[in-house]
């Protein structure tokens, strides 16, 4: 029997949002928050605190006095998901982000726009070398 053949490594990531890459233990997202470290702008706050790793996970905390109807919660959540996922490239390796959006109606574009660099900033924040976008 022959090993499986492997695809070759790439140096761009999977466009896949990965179980790995997820924030889904309560202490995690307790550490990103007591850390202090963070970013905003008018439609979210990054938090983040270095995590060791190679690559960077992502958590999401949606509160119902910010958002009171779930659907609308829901819509938030997969469009932050969609701008992490198509983001990977850009964001800062070895992070654990914690997004916290600031209203209903944030958009998977306004999204994709706003988390790279909000990422760095806490990355820079955090103390982690970041490469200059170009």
């Not at 060791?52 to 932050?80: C, E, M, T």
């Not at 726009?113 to 200059?132: D, E, S």
């Amino acid at each position: 029997m022959t090993p499986p053949v492997l695809p070759p490594a790439t140096s761009t990531p999977s466009a896949t949002f990965r179980p790995y890459e997820r924030l889904n233990n309560p202490a995690d997202f307790r550490r990103a928050f007591e850390r202090k470290r963070s970013a905003s702008d008018s439609r979210m706050v990054v938090h983040g605190v270095e995590n060791g790793r190679d690559y960077s996970r992502l958590g999401i905390s949606v509160g119902r006095k910010r958002i009171r109807s779930a659907a609308a919660r829901n819509v938030v959540k997969r469009a932050i998901r969609e701008a992490f996922r198509l983001s990977k490239a850009e964001l800062p390796p070895g992070l654990d982000l914690v997004v916290v959006p600031r209203g209903p109606g944030l958009t998977v574009a306004e999204a994709r726009r706003t988390l790279p660099g909000l990422a760095q900033a806490v990355a820079r924040r955090v103390g982690l070398k970041v490469a200059k976008a170009p």
